[in-house]
Every structure is written in structure tokens, then in C-alpha cells.
């Protein structure tokens, strides 16, 4: 092993990415030189501002095939779920009130979608998805109605990475006369999205996914075919044409402009690179007994891989692979002591959400750390075995659904 | 979530892992706790038919560190008990003995419900009255 390698191994990067020091050198200026405020018109300092955050805009909208008037900045994709579908039921509400979107969106789409029927101002079609993570269209062309305003579906998953149908999906929206959102916080920057090939109207990302600062993120808006607009959600100075009030992030954005330039040069080949990686680990994974992977295995982002590691507890694994930084499906991991609501989605059992973890490839994730984690992982799942009393039931041939268990 | 240095002591070096015979006369198998639950606890016990005293125990745990810590404490603490020494183990006991944070104590319960359940069956095999819950303290 290469004393270099810096522990604990970082394999979470659907939670977040490094900023890459290319970003933070663009960044570095703007905290001190060039600090002004891009709304200040009457002098250089604000001049320069809004130049900075002009180029940064081109040069998101360039990665996403827009035009820099689409791209409207907020505080990242929590913010710009919250501002797309509050913001379209508002603006919208003389077409209709009805929403759809889909079980295994993240919260932040998710709560907002309830919040909104809760306070009557939406109803809402939640689509099921399939043991592959993946959402039927039939049941789309079913939900939707000439009621429906907006149909809102991630672009891949944030906790198993499957990709879903989205060009289909914004056609059936379409042919209702729909707007088409898609919440692409982890699919922006690692694969090609383009706005105008996929029909996306709305689009919610971030620039800490990307190798780019937290606290900044964008959300994009359609501004031909059809024109949309989104009721601003907090008010004050009118910033961003009126959408999204609030004093702009300049060295955020600068730093998620030039994330965005690095991503739209590099991502193909990263891509090709990380997903030879990812195909690496999880090989050799499934390859130990009673593992099994979950969502799509082929309409999937690149560098994530979600592996259920039959009789062992998610937490435990962790524990033991303490070496690696991941994430778990686990209910030991969260605050609430449910199983991930994604997994449970497919239809798995909690007992193989509970064993789940969710590996997440990067820039600068290398082989050696792989092969580093693949062994890592082998020992800590047979060694979790040996004492886990569910493996030695199962190697007894005991099924394990006749037992009657004591719950507590 | 940072664990206590004693939980990871006991993560990393469980004590008394292991399986005994559970159709031997003298062993008292419990079983707690439900795999969707995300912790399941095997406790096993084994009685010196002579002194009536716990003279092995052993325990498997399907769950998170804490789980596994619990249980492995627990094994220790059970040998070289009487039954009734044994019953008196709190798993408040266990709580501060490997501070839990109060996420956990659902850890330590576990493990309490693992030796009751194990002392349960060791009575039922040699023909007594399994002890209630509630008539233990």
C-alpha cells in the first residue's frame, strides 16, 4: 500500500465533492480585490462584479446547452426545487393545481410537494417506481391531466444513480400542455444534460456537486418554447429578473462558473475513467456471497454503486470499513430510525436497506483506492459475518422469513 | 455519529463471540430483536449444573456498533454470575458503562431482553416458569 494515500478513503461524492483547486483559484479574488456588489451600478467595483458573475452564468448555461438568460442563481438545489414547483404552482394556478412527480425524489422536492397539499394549494400524483429504480411511463400518460401544471422528475437518484427516461417523460408532460421540471443535482456536470434535446423547462442543480463551492446553486428557466416564469418565492431587491431576490454570491458563483467550464471540458473523459473504476469495485463486490446491487445496472450515472450486503447491518459495515468514507441505507445513519424510503421503493426489504451502502466515485478518486476499498470491504463483511447470527442461520439453510422474530 | 472508546473496544475486539450447543441441557439460547428492525441478538448461556453458575456465554449480533458492543458486554458481565445476579443487569448498566448516546439505548435494551430471553429458556428446559418482564425488578 502506497503510504500516500490519504485516509479515510473519500467515496461519498453523491453527498458532496472536493472544490477542485482550479475553482478556488478562480474563486480567491473575489473574496478580497474584487469584493463588490454586482447590483452596485455606479462604480468599478460593482461593474467588475457583474462581469465576473456574467461570465460565470455563460459559462454554466454553456454546460447545460442554455442561453445565460435562463440561468437564475440561488443558494443551491434546495432552493431551486423549493422556487421551481412553489414557484409554477403559484404563477400557473388559473391552468390547474395538479403536480406529479415520483416516490423516490429527493426531499427537497418531496417536502415541498407536500407541503403544497397540505396547504391546499396542490394536489399531487407521487409515481411508484419499479425493483429498478425506474418510473413507468404508461403510468405517467395514466396520472397526468389537462389539470397537471408540472410534472417534476429527478434525473438520476442521489442514492442508487439510476437515470430516468427523461426526454419520454418531458414529451408526455409536453403533450398536455405540462411544464417539464427535473431535479438534476447529481446528473449535471458528470454526464451531458442539454436542456433543449431532453425538452427540460425547469432545472435545479448545484455547484457543490461539481467540484464547485457550497451555497451556490442555480435553477434554469425556460425563456422560449414555452416562456416560463416562476412566482419569486422571497422578496426584496428583484434580483435575477425578478425571480430570486437577494444579494448575489459573486466568488460562489465565480467558482461555480468556472466548476461548470472544468466539468463541460473534462466530464466525457472523466466519466469513461470513473465508470471503469466503479465497474471495478462493484465486480469484485458482488462477487462475495449474498451481495446484490440495487437500481438499474445500466441506466445509472457513471460513479455511483449502491450494494446490499445480505446479513450484515448497514451502521456495522461502516464501522468496520472505517477506512472509507460512504453512506448507508442504514436507519442507524439518519435521524429518523427508518430505512432509506428510496430503497424501501424498490421494493426491497428493510432488512437489505439496512445493509446497504452507496459508494460514490470522484475526480480524484484512483485505483489504488479501490483496490484499496474492494479489500477493505471483503474483510469487514467476513468478519461481520462470523458474528452476525442471521449468516449463521442462513448457512444452516434456516429461512429466515419463518422465524418468528421478537420485536422490540 | 463519534462512538465511545469502549464501544469501539468492543467492536474491535468482541469478546466471546461465538455459538453453543442449544440442545445441551445447561444452555439457554435467546434470540431479540427483528432483522427490518436493523438489529437482531443471539445470547446464549451456559450453567454449571453444580455451582449454578454462568459459566460460559456467547453472543452473534446482526446490527450497528453499538449493538455489537452491547452484547458483547453483556457476555462478559454474565459470566460468573448466579441466574438471579444475573436478572439484576439494567441496561442503564450498560448505557453508562459504554455511554450510549440516547439514539443507542435501544442497543442496550436489546441486550437486557437477550438475557432474559436466554434465562427463560434455560428455565423452561429444566422445567420452571419463565420470568414475565415486568416481575423482574
Known amino acids: ?408 | 455519529m463519534a462512538y465511545s472508546d469502549k464501544v469501539i473496544d468492543h467492536y474491535n475486539n468482541p469478546r466471546n463471540v461465538g455459538t453453543l450447543d442449544k440442545n445441551n441441557q445447561n444452555v439457554g439460547t435467546g434470540l431479540v430483536g427483528a432483522p427490518e428492525c436493523g438489529d437482531v441478538m443471539r445470547l446464549q448461556i451456559e450453567v454449571d449444573p453444580e455451582t449454578g453458575l454462568i459459566k460460559e456465554a456467547k453472543f452473534k449480533t446482526f446490527g450497528c456498533g453499538s449493538a455489537i458492543a452491547s452484547s458483547s458486554l453483556a457476555t462478559e458481565w454474565l459470566k460468573g454470575k448466579t441466574i438471579d445476579q444475573a436478572l439484576e443487569i439494567d441496561n442503564m448498566d450498560i448505557v453508562e458503562e459504554l455511554s450510549l448516546p440516547p439514539v443507542k439505548i435501544h442497543c442496550s435494551v436489546l441486550a437486557e431482553d437477550a438475557i432474559l430471553a436466554a434465562i427463560n429458556d434455560y428455565r423452561i428446559k429444566n422445567g420452571l416458569e419463565p420470568i414475565k418482564q415486568k416481575e423482574k425488578i
Not at chain 1, 6 to 26: F, G, S
Not at chain 1, 99 to 108: D, G, M, P, S
Not at chain 1, 384 to 394: A, D, G, I, T
Open chain 1, 1 to 408: 500500500m502506497n503510504t500516500n494515500m490519504k485516509l479515510p478513503i473519500y467515496l461519498d461524492h453523491n453527498a458532496t465533492t472536493p472544490v477542485d483547486p482550479r475553482v478556488l483559484q478562480a474563486m480567491l479574488p473575489y473574496f478580497t480585490e474584487h469584493f463588490g456588489n454586482a447590483a452596485s451600478r455606479s462604480h468599478p467595483y460593482g461593474w467588475k462584479a457583474e462581469e465576473a458573475v456574467d461570465y460565470a452564468r455563460e459559462q454554466i448555461a454553456n454546460l447545460i446547452g442554455a442561453d445565460s438568460k435562463e440561468i437564475i442563481f440561488t443558494s443551491g438545489a434546495t432552493e431551486s426545487d423549493n422556487l421551481a414547483i412553489k414557484g409554477v404552482i403559484e404563477m400557473y394556478a388559473k391552468k390547474g393545481n395538479h403536480l406529479i412527480t415520483c416516490v423516490t425524489e429527493h426531499k427537497a422536492v418531496l417536502d415541498t410537494c407536500r407541503n403544497l397539499e397540505k396547504k391546499g394549494l396542490a394536489k399531487v400524483t407521487y409515481l411508484p417506481v419499479g425493483t429498478d429504480g425506474l418510473i413507468d411511463l404508461n403510468q405517467l400518460q395514466d396520472a397526468i391531466t389537462d389539470e397537471t401544471v408540472l410534472v417534476s422528475i429527478m434525473y438520476a437518484n442521489n442514492e442508487i444513480g439510476v437515470v430516468q427516461p427523461i426526454k419520454e417523460i418531458a414529451q408526455i408532460a409536453h403533450s398536455k400542455g405540462a411544464l417539464f421540471m427535473t431535479d438534476a443535482t447529481q446528473g449535471v456536470g458528470k454526464v451531458p444534460i442539454l436542456v433543449d434535446e431532453l425538452g427540460i423547462d425547469l432545472m435545479a442543480f448545484t455547484s457543490h456537486k461539481m467540484y464547485g463551492p457550497k451555497g451556490v446553486g442555480a435553477l434554469y428557466v425556460r425563456r422560449k418554447n414555452p416562456r416560463v416564469k416562476v412566482t419569486a418565492q422571497m422578496d426584496g431587491g428583484g434580483h435575477e429578473r425578478g425571480m430570486r431576490s437577494g444579494t448575489l454570491n459573486v466568488p460562489g458563483i465565480v467558482g461555480f462558473g468556472a466548476a461548470a467550464d472544468i466539468c463541460k471540458k473534462e466530464m466525457n473523459d472523466e466519466a469513461k475513467r470513473l465508470k471503469v473504476l466503479r465497474d471495478k469495485l462493484e465486480n469484485s463486490l458482488l462477487q462475495i456471497e449474498e451481495t446484490y446491487l440495487n437500481g438499474h445496472k445500466l441506466h445509472r450515472l457513471p460513479h455511483v454503486s449502491n450494494i446490499s450486503f445480505k446479513y450484515v447491518e448497514g451502521e456495522g459495515l461502516i464501522m468496520g470499513i472505517k477506512d472509507l468514507a460512504v453512506s448507508s441505507g442504514s436507519a442507524c445513519t439518519s435521524a429518523s430510525l427508518e430505512p432509506s424510503y428510496v430503497l424501501k421503493s424498490l421494493g426491497l426489504d428493510d432488512e437489505l436497506a439496512h445493509s446497504s451502502i452507496r459508494f460514490g466515485l470522484g475526480r480524484f478518486t484512483t485505483e489504488e483506492e479501490i483496490d484499496y476499498a474492494i479489500e477493505h470491504v471483503k474483510k469487514a463483511v467476513s468478519q461481520l459475518r462470523e458474528m452476525s447470527p442471521l449468516w449463521e442461520m442462513f448457512k444452516e439453510g434456516i429461512d429466515l422469513k419463518s422465524v418468528e422474530w421478537v420485536e422490540h
